[in-house]
Nanobody, 120 residues
Framework: VQLQASGGGLVQAGDSLRLSCAAS????????MGWFRQAPGKEREFVAGISWTGGSTRYADSVKGRFTISRDNAKNTVYLQMNSLKPEDTGVYYC??????????????WGQGTLVTVSS
């Protein structure tokens, strides 16, 4: 499975962004999907995950109530709607497929990442 993340950019605190991750080369609808992020000098961390049906989602405490993960299996795409962005949300955002929940090491496939920068 190849994953292509897009939608990052430079925004101000309080703004919104929507990230997209398009999948190809595999059976997207059968994979649980996740979003992770990595800030400069820090480890990659879990942000949000969604089950293959879309019926189950989970979030890191730091983004609950502000971020929403969703998927469109007909378009082989997973989204991350990010509202009320904060400077601490800055980082490279990666989508991942084939894993389980928040466990980074469980994911088999990773996209190349898209940079989100939130200025104060």
């Amino acid at each position: 499975v190849q994953l292509q993340a897009s939608g990052g950019g430079l925004v101000q605190a309080g703004d919104s962004l929507r990230l997209s991750c398009a999948a190809s080369g595999g059976t997207f609808s059968s994979y649980d999907m996740g979003w992770f992020r990595q800030a400069p000098g820090k480890e990659r961390e879990f942000v949000a995950g969604i089950s293959w049906t879309g019926g189950s989602t989970r979030y890191a405490d730091s983004v609950k109530g502000r971020f929403t993960i969703s998927r469109d299996n007909a378009k082989n795409t997973v989204y991350l709607q990010m509202n009320s962005l904060k400077p601490e949300d800055t980082g490279v955002y990666y989508c991942a497929a084939g894993g389980s929940g928040s466990t980074r090491g469980s994911y088999d496939y990773w996209g190349q990442g898209t940079l989100v920068t939130v200025s104060s």
